[in-house]
């Protein structure tokens, strides 16, 4: 389950208001404010559903790996194909060096 530091890290990684998320995620705003705050651990259901919810905005969730707990964005699909067709593209290579 995430903590109240990755929902607001997740939240202002996907733009998403903290209105938004609610809804997105079915549950009340202030749900999300007192969360984010530390104030309040919403239930197991709506903790799924908030992560279920930045998910599907592009959120993805690091558990701690030794290196602690985070989050980041995806790529989405059509972005992973501009980076293959950049990586792939080819051309002359000249000097990296400016004068």
């Not at 279920?52 to 995806?74: C, P, T, Y």
């Not at 194909?81 to 051309?91: A, S, T």
Request: net charge negative; aromatic share 4%.
């Amino acid at each position: 389950m995430i903590t109240g530091s990755q929902c607001r890290a997740a939240r202002a990684l996907t733009d998403l208001s903290r209105e938004r998320l609610a809804v997105s995620a079915g549950v009340g705003p202030e749900t999300v404010l007192r969360f984010e705050r530390k104030l309040v651990k919403p239930n197991d259901d709506e903790l799924f559903a908030l992560q279920s919810a930045l998910e599907r905005a592009g959120a993805v969730f690091i558990a701690d790996n030794g290196g602690g707990i985070g989050v980041h964005l995806k790529f989405s699909d059509s972005v992973a194909r501009r980076i293959d067709i950049l990586e792939n593209e080819g051309g002359i290579v000249a000097p990296d060096r400016v004068p």
